[in-house]
């Protein structure tokens, strides 16, 4: 059976084997010669099962020629030298795949590993403190939308502004932290780059000072003084989206790529975590204040909160470390308490309203 | 011709065959699976494309076997180049959404409309690459046309579809059928498609009803679940509305009843659908007749659903084993900061992580074995082409195109 390439016609062929395979019409007008392929051009491509289907360099490039005879299909793998050869359907080599892949795919993750680190830290220095801004504008609406409303009280407002404000003249950050009171169960606070604070008031209820307090906000200060919310989104971010991009969506794959990333964000964050603590260390010391009150604060809150969504324990386990850095070199409270008896009553009435 | 004429009057003369063996498949996937897991998921492009060699050069046509020259080179390097495109594109998605959720929370999401319509291009151009690397008889398919019109017709239905809770499908995918059939040819024989979608949606209206049913009376169930007994306790419960609470509850109940016979119904609509398209698929005077019956495909679909139930309960109860021998209460998710947190032994992680692994690659090949080759086998079976006198001397034409589309739908996690 031939097909010339050109049309769809199909042909019954007679085979002669000379210095090249001749092949010849048998129909009428019979004998006519159709094409001379070379042995050493002929190929062999997918055909259906019991039959040897070739095609030739030589010839166009679509031309095929089916033979079912086992006679000649013994002839033919005599004669070819090349019939898996390039330009053919040639069995592809497995260990070269794999290898090659694994080089890649080693390549890559060395990059992404050491490289993505690096970069974001850089990047985070170069880019002005004010980019952040929009980035906490954009998570602002998602967060009030997520948690709970803002509580509002003219006293409880002031009072939470003169504690933050305290802080503030401790921490020096670049734009002064605005600070937000949601009403929420979950003992929670957070600050996100660009300088807005939230406290959830569950973590209000819990605490029994306003030196708890003031350390854990400081705490969250010492984030957005270190702009961790903007390196870890330009490391996990350019990481996920590397990893995904290049490995696709491919069942197992992903999955061990994505532990191996929590491991790196998890060494980084713990990290990240002791700066803060130290930052938050420093800010109450240079007010005169102690830093074990955080301490005391983070053991009241147990358990996730009752929404379901992690209490601020999830990403900042009490480990026995880090109580120790906390007690270490502590300072009785020698500067004045950071907000009057009346100012911290006035702040924890503030969402009860 | 009219569809119904074509299947009662004229009988098919050329038959189509499906030799392909299903332990010869099972085994190309399985292995494949494996060396796509040790291969970071490189190996996908090798596999692709064994498996389509296997279906088409396997699909006889009058005698006949389909031909696929696709190469995984081609494949691979379709992939690298839409990387490049892609890699600017989702930066962009991503600074863009930000612009957009300061102006307003959530209102990046029309972007990801944007996204999925950039997939429909996607889709057109994998399609073009595949059949122009089809050959039978020693002649080229190939496609005209241009991805973004069909990505543009596929928007414009959305507005139609969604609405209509996906009643208006039937149209919807007669309209793209027919731009695509229009556009596609074997070599200098055009295509064209001549069923409608009324034809279609008279045969499967009742199963997407039924389908919706089950999810219908869930959602409804819960919805008068939470306003009858009160929520999360922020508001005073009313004063006894026994009743609807019971309502609800049957309608819960009757829901996930539903939802055990979604496979079956699945599998009748497909069949349908497939019975329905190649009938309506014309060459020049070439026609397919389709002798599939509707409960054709659900002998598949069910072996699926229940193995992979099978195989996910086996899981289940690894894992279940697994916590137990180790004393330790959390599931899988906290399974890592356990790790961290000296609470999981190394290899307790490692064993949960390695079940999760088999779960997935299992999965795969089994979608792989039951909703692609058997499904495809079935439906050769049950199909025979009439008037192939026509296709006796079809002139050769069209060229290659490259494979960019195929790894545009890989970059955006779509396709075959």
Known sequence: MFFDGRSSRRRTVALTFGDQLLIAETDAPAGRSLASWPYN???????????????????????????????????????????????????????????ASLAAAAAILAMVWFGMPFLADRLTVVLPYAWEKPLGDAVDTRVRALFGAECEDPDGDAALHKLVGRLQEAARLPIAPEPVLLRSKVPNAFALPGGRVYVLSGLLDRAQSPDELAAVLSHELGHVAHRDGLRRLLREGGTSFLVGLLFGDVTGSGVVLMTGRLVLSASHSRAAETAADAFAVKVMHSLGRPATPMGALLQRITGTGEDGIP??????????????????????????????AAEWQALKRMCSG | MSVAAISTDIVPDAPLAFTGNNGVFRRLVTRGALLELITFGFYRFWLTTDIRRHLWSHTEIDGDALEYIGRAKELL???????????????????LGLEFERYKAFASLP??????????????????????????????????????????????????????????????????????????LYGSLPGRFEATGWQLFKRVWWVWLLGLLPW??????????????????????????????MVAGYAIVLGCLGLVALPFLHAVRRAKEWAWWTAGI???????????????????????????LLVFLGYAAAAAGLTAVLHSPAPVGGAFEML?????????????LAMYLVLGIVLGVLARIYALHRVWQRVVAACAVINIACAADVAAAGDVVSAFGEGLADGLDFGL
């Open chain 1, 41 to 99: 051009a002929i190929r062999r491509v997918d055909g259906a099962e019991g039959a040897l289907r070739l095609a030739c360099t030589t010839a166009p490039p679509l031309a095929r020629l089916e033979l079912r005879d086992p006679a000649i299909r013994a002839d033919i793998l005599r004669r070819c030298p090349a019939l898996d050869g390039p330009g053919g359907v040639s069995a592809v080599s497995v260990p070269r795949i794999v290898s």
């Open chain 1, 311 to 340: 209490s601020i324990l999830r990403d900042h386990p009490l480990t026995p470390d880090r109580m120790a850095m906390l007690e270490a070199d502590d300072i009785p409270a020698t500067g004045p308490a950071l907000l009057a």
């Open chain 2, 77 to 95: 390097f379709g992939f690298l180049i839409a990387i490049s495109v892609l890699g600017p594109l989702f930066l962009a998605y991503f600074v």
């Open chain 2, 111 to 184: 972007l990801y409309l944007l996204l999925l319509a950039f997939g429909r291009f996607a889709a057109y151009r994998a399609r073009r690459y595949r059949l122009t690397r089809t050959i039978w008889r020693g002649v080229r398919f190939w496609m005209t046309g241009s991805g973004w019109s069909y990505a543009a017709r596929s928007v414009l239905w959305w507005p139609v579809l969604v609405p209509s809770l996906g009643f208006a499908y039937p149209w919807q995918s007669a309209a793209l059928e027919r731009y695509k059939l229009r556009h596609t």
């Open chain 2, 216 to 245: 219908l009376l869930l959602f409804g169930g819960f919805v008068a679940e939470f306003s009858t007994t009160g929520g999360g306790g922020q508001r005073p419960p009313p004063s006894g509305d026994a009743g609807s609470g």
């Open chain 2, 282 to 308: 014309r060459f020049g005077n070439i026609a397919v007749a389709c002798r599939l019956r509707p409960g054709g495909l659900i002998g598949t679909y069910w072996k699926l659903t229940g193995l992979g």
């Open chain 2, 340 to 352: 961290l947190h000296g609470r999981l032994p190394v290899w307790g992680f490692a064993a949960y």
